[in-house]
């Protein structure tokens, strides 16, 4: 979408951003991007909370996801930085979201996507807290092993590969001036899985490692082993 017609919609009233926003992206997913979808017969039932997580490689991420979850009408957890940038400000607004400070203990945040989760809502966290530059994965962010610690919801992961090339991030740093191709984003939905208890005699340290790897991995062994980055 051009600048200008970005700009001028941020002010225009709420209701008429998201009508705008979501046809737009009804046309971009019938018209541009195809989806391939594996392991359906892996989502839950909708009676609990989940927390679904996936690598982020693209803002495409969001409204692909939507496309595959929508049903559970999840919390989008978004880093507060997208709140500044007037393209992905009018996507946000789209989907419910928590906007939580990256690179920081966010405590508010963390509470209440916690109550949320407790509430028996589902939400949506790409534990790297942002999107990889380089196309592969890097090292999550622990606070996702925390909310699961703390919610006890069943963790469903996902992996995508191909939106990266749909919709590339921008050198220049403005995602305003990202556009989208045609292509096809290829998504795989694992088995659902609760973070595991501490064992007896084993150090916090080392429980956080293994726990942290044991929620990556279960992205990364579904993608192509040149999107496994750090966790090959």
Known sequence: MKKKLINMLVKMPEGFQKFVARKYMDSVFKNKVELKVNGEENLPKKNEPIIFICNHLSNIDGPTLDRVIGQYDPIYVAGQKLSGDNLTKLFIGIYRNETIKPDTPDKGAMKRIIKSLKDGESIVIFPEGTRSRSGQMIEGKRGIMLIARLSKAKIVPIAMHGNEKILPISKSGDMSSESINEGTININIGKPFYVRERRKN????????????EIMKSIANMLPETYRGFYK
């Open 202 to 213: 084993e150090t916090k340290n080392d429980y956080d490692i293994d726990v942290m790897d």
